[in-house]
């Protein structure tokens, strides 16, 4: 009767540790998915700072060949006048 007691001791302390593994994974994948969610914010954050320039949009267009040359000096006065 003494075995049959240590071994449900034993498979219950099995169990607990396997939780415990668990749970220390959960909060390892937290943390790591909270850190690259707060550098994809930032990184987002600073591209919606730092705005194309009216000339580079312009400049990107005209090689492209969405405008013509004529077209591309006549926004060009317009943008630098």
Not at 28 to 37: E, Q, R, Y
Request: hydrophobic fraction near 45%; proline fraction near 1%; glycine fraction near 14%.
């Amino acid at each position: 009767m003494m075995g049959n007691g240590m071994m449900y001791g034993y498979h219950f302390g099995v169990g607990w540790m396997l939780l415990g593994l668990v749970f220390w994974i959960f909060v390892i994948v937290c943390a790591v998915l909270l850190v690259l969610w707060i550098i994809g914010r930032s990184g987002r954050g600073k591209r919606g700072k730092e705005e194309d320039s009216a000339m580079e949009i312009l400049n990107r267009r005209y090689a492209r060949g969405e405008i013509t040359r004529e077209q591309y000096h006549e926004i060009k006065k317009d943008l630098n006048p």
